[in-house]
């Protein structure tokens, strides 16, 4: 009796072989296939990233050897093919750097303003803001400044509160300028290299003030 049961089973297990076989075929070989397609998906990941740490590196070459056309080049480049990664940010701060440095405030803002709010991490965007401020400040244009410190976070927090003291020093605001600059110190580390700056404009504006009060 049990070699007729055990016969029967395996009948059944051919017969269903026969009617199920094409299907774990084709199931099989779609998991292949996706374990193959998610491996090239991250294989041309990696690959594309690598190619823009490329780009970027001979942006940075060309940016110390003065090379302003090569640097703009290659941040189109990133900004382009490459905005997915932060090395498209990246390549603007490098290109409106070397804008500003030649007098070019204006086209270094429009670079920064291109790039702004294209990262995916927060405190690239944050640093986007705050190098803008500085130019607004430098463009006179201080409440713009203001505006943009608004949106910059903890990340650089001594930094964009040393610049809303430059900012509302500027604007006539000593007292709001004073509270800014304490608060840079408050929040900057004690061997920060810009501490004696911040303590230089700290110190100078509240003993102009005591000098006014009395």
Do not use: C
Request: cysteine-free; charged content about 20%; proline content about 2%.
């Amino acid at each position: 009796m049990s070699e007729l049961d055990e016969l029967e089973q395996g009948e059944r297990v051919r017969n269903w072989l026969r009617q199920n076989g094409s299907t774990i075929v084709t199931g099989v070989a779609l998991g292949v296939a996706m374990i193959f397609g998610w491996q090239w998906w991250q294989g041309s990941r990696v690959e594309h990233r690598l190619t823009a740490a490329t780009h970027y590196e001979a942006l940075v070459e060309a940016a110390e050897r003065g090379e302003r056309d090569t640097v703009q080049a290659l941040a189109g480049t990133l900004a382009q093919g490459y905005a997915d990664t932060p090395y498209a940010v990246l390549a603007a701060l490098r290109l409106a750097e070397a804008q500003a440095t030649a007098g070019e405030n204006e086209a270094a803002l429009a670079t920064l303003e291109a790039a702004s709010g294209k990262s995916p991490d927060p405190a690239l965007n944050e640093l986007l803001q705050l190098r803008s401020a500085r130019l607004e400040i430098a463009l006179g244009r201080h409440e713009q400044a203001l505006t943009r410190l608004a949106r910059v976070g903890d990340a650089y927090a001594a930094l964009a509160h040393e610049l809303r003291g430059d900012a509302h020093l500027a604007l006539g605001r000593a007292g709001e300028a004073l509270a800014a600059y304490q608060e840079a110190l408050t929040r900057m580390d004690a061997a920060a290299p810009a501490r004696p700056i911040v303590q230089m404009k700290h110190d100078d504006l509240a003993a102009a003030a005591g000098s006014a009060e009395s």
